[in-house]
């Protein structure tokens, strides 16, 4: 069964990090990309970042540059969304996910919430 879980969300200072982890399970993060997306307050989700299978990542304008993605080098299976720098814009419940099979999967989320 495939699940993700998201972890590492918080409150924090503008100017801060974060590192959010995304635990799979079900599945294998080598072969599958990763994205992850946020959705502030009062507004539609959107889209932060692939995390390509390759190693390759790509990241929306807004975190460019502040965000980057990292796996698990242990026996978990574990992908990081590091998040430098964070500014109050950044406050949102950060989501992964992946298409298995064709099916979207979702974590519950984890809250960011940065203050000026």
């Known amino acids: 069964q495939v699940q993700l879980v998201e972890s590492g969300g918080g409150l924090v200072q503008a100017g801060e990090s974060l590192r959010l982890s995304c635990l799979g399970s079900?599945?294998?993060?080598?072969?599958?990309?990763i994205h992850w997306f946020r959705q502030p307050p009062g507004k539609e989700r959107e889209w932060v970042a692939d995390?390509?299978?390759?190693?390759?990542?790509?990241f929306a304008g807004s975190v460019e540059g502040r965000f980057t993605i990292s796996k698990s080098r242990g026996d978990t299976n574990t992908v990081y969304l590091q998040m430098n720098d964070l500014k109050p814009e950044d406050t949102a419940v950060y989501y992964c996910?992946?298409?298995?099979?064709?099916?979207?999967?979702w974590g519950p989320g984890t809250p960011v919430t940065v203050s000026s």
């Open positions: 995390g390509s299978r390759y190693g390759r990542a790509v």
């Open positions: 996910n992946i298409i298995y099979e064709g099916a979207n999967f």
């Open positions: 079900g599945f294998n993060f080598d072969i599958y990309d």
